[in-house]
């Protein structure tokens, strides 16, 4: 006799992962960053996919000024892969973290 079973939607990955890297010092916004324009047409903030039951996760930030971007874009990767692995239970592939801009 198999347990329950639960299924994760895109969107709901998509969201979590948004909260995940919202939370880390240094992040301004979770996001692209430039003229409204560009924000409209760059598409989503946070894209995803499941391939062979494991997630692939890339996620574009605004970081705080004088924010050091390396050690910020890696806690933004630790942070949202424990999201994904303690929270979903899901078997993490990768975690791209993309700044897209500093600042307001």
């Known amino acids: ?24 010092p240094g992040v301004l916004s ?3 960053g430039g003229p409204a324009w560009r924000r409209l047409i760059g598409g989503p903030s946070v894209a995803v996919k499941i391939r062979n039951e494991r997630v692939a996760v890339r996620v574009w930030i605004v970081a705080r000024p ?7 874009t890696a806690a933004v990767r630790s942070t949202v892969a424990a999201t994904v692995e303690r929270v979903l239970g899901l078997e993490l592939e990768t975690v791209t973290v993309l700044v897209d801009g500093v600042g307001g």
Do not use: S
């Open 66 to 72: 004088g924010q050091a971007l390396v050690p910020l």
């Open 1 to 24: 006799m198999a347990g329950p079973e639960l299924t994760v939607g895109r969107g709901v990955i998509a969201e979590l992962v948004r909260l995940a890297a919202f939370e880390v």
């Open 30 to 32: 979770v996001g692209r």
